[in-house]
Nanobody, 122 residues
Framework: QVRLAESGGGSVQAGGSLRLSCAAS????????MGWFRQAPGKEREGVAA???????TYADSVKGRFTISQDNAKNTLYLQMNSLKPEDTAMYYC????????????????WGQGTQVTVSS
Protein backbone atom coordinates (compact mmCIF):
# COMPACT_ATOMS: atom_id res chain seq x y z
CA GLN A 1 0.00 0.00 0.00
CA VAL A 2 1.32 3.41 -1.00
CA ARG A 3 0.09 6.54 0.74
CA LEU A 4 0.64 10.01 -0.64
CA ALA A 5 0.26 13.42 0.97
CA GLU A 6 0.62 16.67 -0.95
CA SER A 7 1.56 20.07 0.44
CA GLY A 8 2.76 23.43 -0.78
CA GLY A 9 -0.27 24.76 -2.60
CA GLY A 10 -1.47 28.30 -2.17
CA SER A 11 -2.38 31.54 -3.90
CA VAL A 12 0.06 33.44 -6.08
CA GLN A 13 -0.04 36.15 -8.71
CA ALA A 14 0.61 35.41 -12.35
CA GLY A 15 4.32 35.09 -13.03
CA GLY A 16 5.01 33.79 -9.55
CA SER A 17 6.31 30.43 -8.36
CA LEU A 18 5.27 27.63 -6.04
CA ARG A 19 6.82 24.31 -5.10
CA LEU A 20 4.57 21.37 -4.36
CA SER A 21 5.72 18.41 -2.29
CA CYS A 22 4.35 14.90 -2.02
CA ALA A 23 5.42 12.70 0.88
CA ALA A 24 5.15 9.00 0.09
CA SER A 25 4.95 6.05 2.45
CA UNK A 26 5.03 2.40 1.45
CA UNK A 27 6.86 1.32 -1.67
CA UNK A 28 6.36 0.19 -5.23
CA UNK A 29 7.98 -2.96 -6.51
CA UNK A 30 9.97 -2.98 -9.72
CA UNK A 31 9.86 -0.14 -12.25
CA UNK A 32 7.50 2.55 -11.07
CA UNK A 33 6.36 6.06 -11.79
CA MET A 34 5.16 9.04 -9.81
CA GLY A 35 3.32 11.94 -11.28
CA TRP A 36 1.51 15.21 -10.77
CA PHE A 37 -1.97 15.76 -12.07
CA ARG A 38 -4.42 18.62 -11.85
CA GLN A 39 -8.12 19.21 -12.09
CA ALA A 40 -9.75 22.56 -12.61
CA PRO A 41 -13.44 23.12 -11.80
CA GLY A 42 -15.62 21.68 -14.52
CA LYS A 43 -12.70 20.01 -16.30
CA GLU A 44 -11.29 16.52 -16.42
CA ARG A 45 -8.22 15.59 -14.45
CA GLU A 46 -5.09 15.87 -16.60
CA GLY A 47 -1.49 14.79 -16.35
CA VAL A 48 1.08 17.51 -15.69
CA ALA A 49 4.41 15.73 -15.20
CA ALA A 50 5.75 12.30 -14.32
CA UNK A 51 9.06 10.81 -13.28
CA UNK A 52 10.18 7.21 -13.44
CA UNK A 53 12.12 5.29 -10.84
CA UNK A 54 15.25 5.74 -12.96
CA UNK A 55 14.74 9.49 -13.28
CA UNK A 56 13.26 9.87 -16.76
CA UNK A 57 10.69 12.66 -16.93
CA THR A 58 7.75 13.57 -19.11
CA TYR A 59 5.69 16.77 -19.20
CA ALA A 60 2.45 18.02 -20.61
CA ASP A 61 3.03 20.52 -23.43
CA SER A 62 1.24 23.22 -21.46
CA VAL A 63 3.86 23.20 -18.69
CA LYS A 64 7.09 22.42 -20.54
CA GLY A 65 9.78 24.94 -19.73
CA ARG A 66 7.87 26.23 -16.69
CA PHE A 67 7.42 23.22 -14.39
CA THR A 68 10.06 20.79 -13.15
CA ILE A 69 9.37 17.45 -11.51
CA SER A 70 11.95 15.87 -9.24
CA GLN A 71 12.22 13.33 -6.46
CA ASP A 72 14.33 12.81 -3.38
CA ASN A 73 14.47 9.06 -2.86
CA ALA A 74 16.15 9.40 0.55
CA LYS A 75 13.18 11.45 1.78
CA ASN A 76 10.55 9.55 -0.22
CA THR A 77 9.35 12.89 -1.51
CA LEU A 78 8.20 14.05 -4.92
CA TYR A 79 8.37 17.72 -5.92
CA LEU A 80 6.88 19.96 -8.56
CA GLN A 81 8.58 23.32 -9.03
CA MET A 82 6.19 25.63 -10.83
CA ASN A 83 7.52 28.86 -12.30
CA SER A 84 5.95 31.54 -14.49
CA LEU A 85 2.52 30.53 -13.25
CA LYS A 86 -0.52 31.51 -15.28
CA PRO A 87 -4.17 31.86 -14.25
CA GLU A 88 -4.93 28.77 -16.34
CA ASP A 89 -2.69 26.76 -13.99
CA THR A 90 -5.31 27.22 -11.27
CA ALA A 91 -6.48 23.77 -10.18
CA MET A 92 -6.37 21.13 -7.49
CA TYR A 93 -3.04 19.36 -7.87
CA TYR A 94 -2.72 15.67 -7.07
CA CYS A 95 0.25 13.40 -6.58
CA UNK A 96 -0.10 9.84 -7.88
CA UNK A 97 1.93 6.66 -8.18
CA UNK A 98 1.81 3.48 -10.21
CA UNK A 99 3.75 0.28 -10.81
CA UNK A 100 5.18 0.11 -14.29
CA UNK A 101 6.15 2.53 -17.04
CA UNK A 102 5.63 6.27 -16.85
CA UNK A 103 2.61 7.87 -18.45
CA UNK A 104 0.44 10.94 -18.03
CA UNK A 105 -2.71 8.88 -18.44
CA UNK A 106 -4.85 9.39 -15.35
CA UNK A 107 -6.49 5.95 -15.43
CA UNK A 108 -3.12 4.16 -15.27
CA UNK A 109 -2.42 5.32 -11.73
CA UNK A 110 -3.31 3.22 -8.71
CA UNK A 111 -2.49 5.48 -5.80
CA TRP A 112 -3.59 9.06 -5.23
CA GLY A 113 -3.15 11.79 -2.66
CA GLN A 114 -5.91 14.11 -1.46
CA GLY A 115 -4.71 17.10 -3.45
CA THR A 116 -3.50 20.62 -2.78
CA GLN A 117 -5.09 23.75 -4.23
CA VAL A 118 -3.15 26.14 -6.44
CA THR A 119 -4.74 29.47 -7.32
CA VAL A 120 -3.10 31.91 -9.72
CA SER A 121 -4.56 35.38 -10.00
CA SER A 122 -4.04 37.76 -12.91
Amino acid sequence: QVRLAESGGGSVQAGGSLRLSCAASGYLTGPSCMGWFRQAPGKEREGVAAIGSHGATTYADSVKGRFTISQDNAKNTLYLQMNSLKPEDTAMYYCAARDGYCTLEVLRYNYWGQGTQVTVSS
